[in-house]
């Protein structure tokens, strides 16, 4: 004989959904390249979820499915606008620089592990650079099925598209990425062309600088329209080692630290304490292919000083 039962907790554990945020952190961030968005996104994206009914919050089968698939769709859209915004934006758009977990604050204090975004090939400067390159649907499907391999039937779903619609997209993306990939540097020799470089820099030695630049080097600086930057990539070595030496000159007492900026080897300035750039490295061999610099504040927030 069954006895009665006691009234059941709601269905969906508080905890369980929360452990997702850092794969919709992840997700979001690769999507749009900026941590502020990303983070806007996951929030949406759970305001969403918060706003059905226990009735229909149990009816999910799968709630991290669930708010992934939303998550995609707010990025889809998020994508679609995003090029028009960055159409106005002043100079150069960046992507923004993720420090390493031991560079990590926000706000004076360490950030929650689970908002650290994963540092690993899909997140270097680089990969997001080409990412910038494809359509919103072709970034969607790439990241999706490629990076956190979804099914193409689960990516159609967010898209809106067929699964087959859905792998012509992630191919065409995957050749945009394959063509602009130079050849793996092993790690060490990477941050050993980035001293180079900062040394050179410090120095404002421009012979230093060239020698670590590949001829067709180019620098790109992103500045947002709120200090000071390039409005238009400098190309060449001799110009980007000549750029950066005025620079040295033009804005003295600033310490140069090495750090990891999305996973590689980089580079932080500040001036009094306070950061004011990041640059991060593309590197094919032994030279520098391109150098990127964040300036824009907004875009720096996470690497405040403690």
Known sequence: MSTPSEPSEPSDDLDAITRERR????????????LAEAEDVVQETY??????SQQQRDAIASPGGWLTTVAGRICLDLLGSARARRERYVGEWIPE???????????GTAADPADRVTLDESVTMAFLVVLES????????FVLHDVFRYSFAEVAEIVGRTPAACRQLASSARR???AQRPPATPEARRADV?????????DQDIEGLIGA???????????????????????GAERVARFFADRARAV??????????NGQPGLVARKDGVTVSVLAFDIAGDRIQHVWAVLNPDKLRPWTAR
């Open 194 to 202: 980035v001293r180079a470089f900062q040394r050179a820099w410090e």
């Open 97 to 107: 620089p993720l420090p390493g977990r031991t560079e990590w604050v926000g706000g």
């Open 213 to 235: 630049l590949a001829p067709d080097a180019t620098a790109t600086g992103d500045g947002g329209g709120l200090v000071s930057a390039a409005l238009h990539p400098v190309e």
């Open 176 to 178: 945009r990425v394959r």
């Open 134 to 141: 494809m359509t919103p649907a072709e970034r969607v499907a």
């Open 252 to 261: 003295p007492g600033i310490s140069l630290e090495e750090c990891a900026v």
């Open 47 to 52: 305001v969403r979820w918060y706003a059905l």
């Open 23 to 34: 794969q919709l952190i992840n997700l979001a961030y690769r999507l749009l390249g900026s």
